[in-house]
């Protein structure tokens, strides 16, 4: 069933997207796919190659067992098909980057098949989207333009780096959906730890096919858009392209089928090349693998040996600490934050508060984080220490507004909550007698608003709960003085 939020309107009526994305995730692995060379990032140019990364005659390739076992790993948690049967393949074309003339890839047996991934939409909105396939490559190596004028250098650290490609279905319909796809993709792949997701440093890349089509029409011919590297300039380039394909069709033109490039500073794809077909890469077996196959115990074990991954997760924050779907989304979307967040509302005879938790880390937590350009990881305050001061709030050793400012020195100086609010005196008045004090002294300075009050001016309520705030230094327990100052008003 057609969305009608999701069709563009055009000159000539409306028009449907088609959106599929195959992305280059690498595998989390100390060596490459098929040699003992290292894979850290940012090592010296070429300090990172072996004789069989840099097309040395007669190297043969040894399949990296580990890379394997992640790329299974990656297919289970994307609840798809474990081939115990595959092939590698040889995918011939020149680059000068690329030092064997070809690639080791996967193309008609790869070693996982269909799954599914459940994208998370705003307003709660869900939907399924389709995997085609996971197939296992080599990295090419790179080629680098901006070193001298007139010539490429290369670096072949990269070439024979383990990368899963993670080729979608064209179930998606829009740039929101596939900026959802690219971020529940990569919060699992980092929970399973089979890839850290880094776009920025090109350990997750996102080549974007894109098409038109009159509504629940033929498919429209398609363009793909090489080497995305934020999700933001996925979506971006999505909605820019999609109006140039209209645009083209409307005016009478045709769209070509072609490989394009996202220029980041003008905002608008350009073309590279004419998009290959499967025949140009004249694909056959490779003759040095032999056909990988694995034992079904082996995979059963990998599988029972997965983490609580985000959607089950997810489901057990709703039902075991009663929190929103919304929030415990926002809490779960990273591995590090759900982790935070379970050490935290844990902490402590009984636990805490779960929702209160949960609102201090949304709220307070990540809004300083965001200013201070810090991870959860990097944060000042510990789990733990949020935990505690979430209890100083409920057992009324400080009220809310004082934790904010407890909260603001923690994440200063790291401080425990308990250690700032014994030497700040920062704990509550809960004494009635001094609550009582401090009220009747505030009415006899005012009474003239007193009378204004019992005459009717009930927003002066405000103005005496302020005012007894102020003289207690803002540690009268409000709901205590509330009580009392109703008391005494209607007295």
């Given at each position: 069933?057609i969305d009608?939020?999701?069709l563009?309107?055009?000159?000539?009526g409306?028009?449907e997207v088609?959106?599929?994305?195959e992305?280059h995730?690498?595998?989390i692995?100390?060596?490459?796919l098929?040699?003992?060379?290292?894979?850290?990032?940012?090592a010296?140019?070429?300090t990172q190659v072996?004789?069989v990364?840099?097309?040395f005659p007669?190297?043969l390739?040894v399949?990296?067992?580990?890379?394997?076992?992640?790329a299974?790993?990656?297919g289970?948690?994307?609840n798809a098909e474990?081939?115990?049967?595959?092939?590698f393949?040889?995918?011939?074309?020149f680059?000068a980057?690329?030092?064997?003339?070809y690639?080791?890839?996967?193309?008609l047996q790869?070693?996982?098949?269909?799954g599914t991934?459940?994208l998370d939409?705003?307003?709660g909105?869900?939907?399924?989207?389709?995997?085609?396939?996971l197939?296992l490559?080599?990295?090419?190596?790179?080629?680098?333009?901006?070193?001298?004028?007139t010539?490429t250098?290369?670096?072949?650290?990269?070439s024979?780096v383990a990368l899963m490609?993670?080729v979608s279905?064209p179930?998606m319909?829009n740039s929101e959906?596939?900026?959802a796809?690219?971020?529940?993709l990569?919060?699992?792949?980092?929970y399973?730890?089979?890839?850290?997701?880094?776009?920025?440093?090109?350990?997750?890349r996102c080549?974007v096919?894109?098409?038109?089509?009159?509504?629940?029409?033929?498919l429209?011919?398609r363009c793909?858009?090489?080497?995305?590297?934020?999700?933001r300039f996925?979506a971006?380039?999505?909605?820019y392209e999609?109006r140039?394909?209209i645009?083209?069709?409307?005016?009478g033109?045709s769209?070509?089928?072609e490989?394009?490039?996202?220029?980041?500073?003008?905002?608008?794809?350009?073309s590279?090349?004419?998009?290959e077909?499967a025949h140009?890469?004249?694909y056959f077996?490779?003759?040095?693998l032999?056909?990988?196959?694995?034992?079904?115990?082996?995979?059963a074990?990998l599988?029972a040996?997965?983490?609580e991954?985000?959607?089950?997760?997810?489901?057990?924050f709703?039902?075991e600490f009663g929190?929103?779907?919304y929030d415990?989304?926002?809490?779960v979307?990273?591995?590090e934050t759900?982790d935070?967040?379970?050490?935290?509302v844990?902490?402590?005879?009984?636990?805490?508060?779960?929702?209160?938790?949960a609102n201090?880390?949304?709220?307070?937590?990540?809004?300083?984080?965001?200013?201070s350009g810090?991870?959860?990881?990097?944060?000042?305050?510990?789990a733990q220490?949020?935990?505690?001061?979430?209890g100083l709030?409920q057992?009324?050793t400080i009220?809310?507004?004082i934790?904010?400012?407890v909260f603001a020195e923690?994440?200063?100086?790291g401080?425990a909550?308990?250690?700032?609010?014994?030497?700040?005196?920062?704990?509550?008045?809960?004494?009635?007698?001094?609550?009582?004090?401090a009220?009747?002294d505030i009415?006899?300075?005012?009474?003239?608003k007193?009378?204004e009050?019992?005459?009717?001016?009930?927003?002066l309520?405000?103005?005496?709960?302020?005012?007894?705030?102020?003289a207690t230094?803002g540690k009268?327990?409000p709901?205590m003085?509330?009580?009392r100052?109703?008391?005494k008003?209607?007295a």
């Amino acid at each position: 069933m057609i969305d009608e939020k999701n069709l563009i309107e055009g000159k000539t009526g409306k028009w449907e997207v088609i959106l599929g994305l195959e992305v280059h995730a690498q595998v989390i692995s100390n060596s490459k796919l098929f040699s003992g060379a290292a894979t850290k990032f940012g090592a010296e140019p070429n300090t990172q190659v072996s004789l069989v990364d840099a097309g040395f005659p007669g190297m043969l390739p040894v399949i990296n067992e580990y890379c394997i076992e992640q790329a299974v790993k990656t297919g289970l948690g994307l609840n798809a098909e474990i081939n115990l049967k595959s092939v590698f393949d040889r995918k011939n074309y020149f680059y000068a980057d690329l030092p064997q003339g070809y690639q080791i890839s996967q193309y008609l047996q790869p070693i996982v098949g269909k799954g599914t991934i459940i994208l998370d939409l705003p307003e709660g909105r869900r939907r399924e989207v389709g995997i085609t396939r996971l197939h296992l490559e080599q990295d090419a190596g790179k080629s680098l333009h901006d070193q001298h004028p007139t010539k490429t250098y290369v670096d072949l650290n990269r070439s024979g780096v383990a990368l899963m490609e993670i080729v979608s279905e064209p179930d998606m319909r829009n740039s929101e959906e596939a900026a959802a796809y690219l971020r529940k993709l990569r919060s699992i792949l980092r929970y399973l730890g089979t890839c850290d997701g880094n776009m920025d440093e090109g350990s997750m890349r996102c080549d974007v096919n894109v098409s038109v089509r009159k509504p629940g029409g033929e498919l429209g011919t398609r363009c793909e858009i090489k080497n995305v590297n934020s999700i933001r300039f996925v979506a971006a380039a999505i909605e820019y392209e999609a109006r140039r394909q209209i645009e083209v069709i409307e005016d009478g033109g045709s769209i070509l089928q072609e490989t394009r490039l996202w220029d980041t500073n003008k905002g608008i794809t350009r073309s590279m090349r004419s998009k290959e077909h499967a025949h140009d890469y004249r694909y056959f077996p490779d003759p040095d693998l032999l056909p990988l196959k694995l034992d079904a115990d082996w995979v059963a074990k990998l599988k029972a040996g997965l983490p609580e991954l985000p959607d089950p997760k997810r489901t057990r924050f709703t039902s075991e600490f009663g929190l929103s779907d919304y929030d415990a989304g926002v809490l779960v979307a990273e591995k590090e934050t759900a982790d935070y967040y379970e050490v935290a509302v844990g902490s402590g005879p009984g636990g805490r508060d779960a929702k209160l938790t949960a609102n201090w880390v949304i709220s307070e937590l990540f809004g300083l984080l965001n200013k201070s350009g810090k991870s959860i990881e990097q944060s000042p305050v510990s789990a733990q220490h949020l935990g505690e001061l979430v209890g100083l709030i409920q057992d009324n050793t400080i009220s809310g507004r004082i934790a904010k400012d407890v909260f603001a020195e923690m994440f200063e100086t790291g401080k425990a909550p308990a250690k700032i609010v014994d030497e700040k005196g920062l704990k509550q008045v809960t004494d009635t007698g001094a609550i009582d004090q401090a009220i009747d002294d505030i009415l006899a300075k005012n009474a003239d608003k007193v009378a204004e009050y019992k005459s009717g001016k009930d927003k002066l309520f405000g103005f005496f709960v302020g005012q007894v705030m102020k003289a207690t230094a803002g540690k009268a327990n409000p709901a205590m003085l509330n009580e009392r100052l109703k008391a005494k008003l209607g007295a």
